[in-house]
């Protein structure tokens, strides 16, 4: 297929930036879309010009660093996976696609397709852990009974990646659920009671400090969540909020 | 305890809070309303009650006016802050792929809701406290009847004012529908019963704002 891309281009955090038109062509229906983007990037460096700089890793939807916003969508039209899962096939020949950065002003662009999320390492860093000592005598976690129901809970907020989609996604620019997931999938776990409190209110004040925006429960973050991360966890992590703050 | 009023959570939290109140004070003002459909002289009565009981004038109308405000300037603030949050907007966004109209546009029913508030505070809350504060007339009576029925028939006349009062309460629904459950959300209430408490709200959203257009169209076509 013949394709327009319509692809933000801007040199550096203090650049200007816009949408510079590019013509593929040939695309396989198969490749992913990452793919597509390489095959753009040797087009532009054989005829001498920037290749156009993008996150990626893994390329298989676990390490969260692919971070696009694909027609009007973070991650791509298709639900439930990450840019790297998206394929050629979710679009028809001819097509004209936007693709730019995540945007939030807590997410400055580096370049072109790459933003910095180290905000959500600086949120993890502020309680997304539990505290082990690993001295050879830790206990063996699976001595400790867990009811399944709340084990599945802890690990479907445990697959959150990271990759910052919620925060492309919604309005408001907040990260709530991120830091959601985070909080509760220690909130749920017998591990994570000893520094709950302290976690969720470090995690949220440090998330405020990063300029995320506030919640106002749209729910699309859970729509675009390549790890379909349920908004259940934003209101746990409210619940927490609550219980620690009374705490004092 | 600033630092727990000032965070994103504390805000969203108040938020609910206010609105749980605004919304039981909906329910509890249609209630009144609809009696007027059913017999003019019952619903004088209830009003004059409202209207002149010492705890519902000197404590609960205070609250109410507390809570109107607060619920509008937090509203305000957060949208001001989320704004800047956002950062650089984006070119192409499809915001309907995975939201409702309601909750990406709750500023704009807000707005409306405002402007409908301060309508019918003119049409019928100012007049009321000039007559019961600053003339001193507690009575209720108007050439030696109850005033209340008469006042809310004669508003009615105009069909610029339904026609506006009706459309206030369709945003006021759209808001409703986003409102209700994103109240609950926030306090924490996302559990087992909450297909339940959805689908009552939505019932809530609908049904009492369409409530209070039926009131309007119907005292405009009966007087």
Known sequence: MDLTLKIWRQKDANA???????????????MSFLEMMDVLNEQLVNTGEE??????DCREGICGMCSMYINGEAHGPDKGNTTCQLHMRSFKDGDTIHIEPFRAAAFPVIRDLVVDRSAFDRIQQAGGYISVNTSGNTQDANSIPIGKAAADDAMDAATCIGCGACVATCKNSSAMLFVGAKVSQYALLPQGQVEAADRVMDMVAQMDAEGFGNCTNTGACEVECPKGISLENIARMNREYLKASSKG | MSGILSSSIAKKVSMALSAFFLMFFLLQHFAINILS???????????????????????????????????????????????????????????????????????????????FVLLHFIDFWFPEINTKFIQG??????????????ELQHKFLSPLRVGVYCLAFVFLSLHLLH?????????????????????????????????????????HFNH
């Not at chain 2, 007339?137 to 008469?150: I, K, N, P, T, V």
């Not at chain 2, 009492?208 to 039926?214: D, E, K, Q, T, V």
């Open chain 2, 137 to 150: 007339d507690w009575s209720g009576m108007h050439d030696g009847e109850f005033r209340y029925f008469q």
């Open chain 1, 51 to 56: 290749p156009v700089s993008f996150d990626h």
């Open chain 2, 37 to 115: 459909v059913f017999s003019g002289n019952l619903f004088n009565q209830v009003s004059h009650f409202m209207g002149t009981n010492p705890l519902i004038q000197y404590v609960l109308q205070p609250v109410l006016i507390f809570g109107v405000v607060f619920h509008f300037v937090m509203g305000f603030i957060l949208e001001i802050k989320n704004r800047k949050a956002q950062g650089k907007k984006y070119a192409k966004n499809n915001g309907a792929a995975n939201s409702t109209w309601m909750s990406r546009n709750m500023i704009l029913s807000g707005i409306v809701i405002l402007l």
């Open chain 2, 179 to 219: 409102g209700f459950n994103s109240a609950f959300q926030s306090v924490g209430a996302n559990n087992k019963y909450i297909k339940g408490l959805r689908s009552f709200g939505k019932l809530y959203s609908i049904l009492i704002p369409a409530g209070f257009i039926f009131i309007a169209i119907f005292h």
């Open chain 1, 16 to 30: 200007k930036g816009k949408l510079v038109d590019y013509k593929v062509t040939d695309i396989s229906e198969h």
